[in-house]
T-cell receptor
Framework: DGGITQSPKYLFRKEGQNVTLSCEQN?????MYWYRQDPGQGLRLIYY???????QKGDIAEGYSVSREKKESFPLTVTSAQKNPTAFYLC????????????FGPGTRLTVT | AQSVTQLDSQVPVFEEAPVELRCNYS??????LFWYVQYPNQGLQLLLK??????LVKGINGFEAEFNKSQTSFHLRKPSVHISDTAEYFC?????????FGTGTSLTVIP
């Protein structure tokens, strides 16, 4: 079955540590996205990539980094510079183009203490 | 700048009753419109989308939405809800470069 996988489902880290969230898709989609979801705030775009080896900052990129070395993979690193990293992180992909819907992974809930 | 407003953060409704979840957007350009559903601790699933053509759009699970350009609205409706419809619903717009999501409406279906 085609889809998007995110691992792990739950992640716990100590403050000051960097952590990398995995996102893999086998839909052959060109574009991939990372969102952060907080209660009552909807989804906010962190980074997106329209093509391999290229990515752009979204609305809340500070404290995050990404890479896109393969079409299938778009890992997100939450660095120690992110002031409030505890959140639900969602990865998505789309064929490309504004009229194509985004397909979402199951999400990773990150808790930093 | 684009913005999406979901007017109701929480909507309780009795089982088998009709429901409407409201969504308004602001945009100076034409947009594509979407509704997504999210069950607890899961990703988002597409319910329906409006790209062009008929302003009444039918989606999965018996949901439909109507695009009203003059009122810049895209309200979601279902004539008879089930317990399984309890979830968070997100309206989203795409003016051509990026998705913008509303803050969500939590629908609770009461037995």
């Amino acid at each position: 079955d085609g889809g998007i996988t995110q691992s792990p489902k739950y992640l716990f880290r100590k403050e000051g540590q960097n952590v990398t969230l995995s996102c893999e898709q086998n839909l052959n989609h060109d574009a991939m996205y990372w969102y952060r979801q907080d209660p009552g705030q909807g989804l906010r775009l962190i980074y997106y990539s329209q093509i391999v080896n290229d990515f752009q900052k979204g609305d809340i990129a500070e404290g995050y980094s990404v890479s896109r070395e393969k079409k299938e993979s778009f890992p997100l690193t939450v660095t120690s510079a992110q002031k409030n990293p505890t959140a639900f992180y969602l990865c998505a992909s789309s064929i490309g183009g504004s009229f194509y819907e985004q397909y979402f992974g199951p999400g990773t809930r990150l808790t930093v203490t | 700048a684009q913005s999406v407003t979901q007017l109701d953060s929480q909507v309780p409704v009795f089982e088998e009753a009709p429901v409407e979840l409201r969504c308004n957007y602001s945009s100076s350009v034409s947009v594509y419109l979407f509704w997504y559903v999210q069950y607890p601790n899961q990703g988002l699933q597409l319910l329906l989308k409006y790209l062009s053509g008929s302003t009444l759009v039918k989606g999965i699970n018996g949901f439909e939405a109507e695009f009203n350009k003059s009122q810049t609205s895209f309200h979601l409706r279902k004539p008879s809800v089930h317990i399984s419809d309890t979830a968070e619903y997100f309206c989203a717009v795409n003016p051509g470069n990026q998705f913008y999501f509303g803050t969500g409406t939590s629908l609770t279906v009461i037995p």
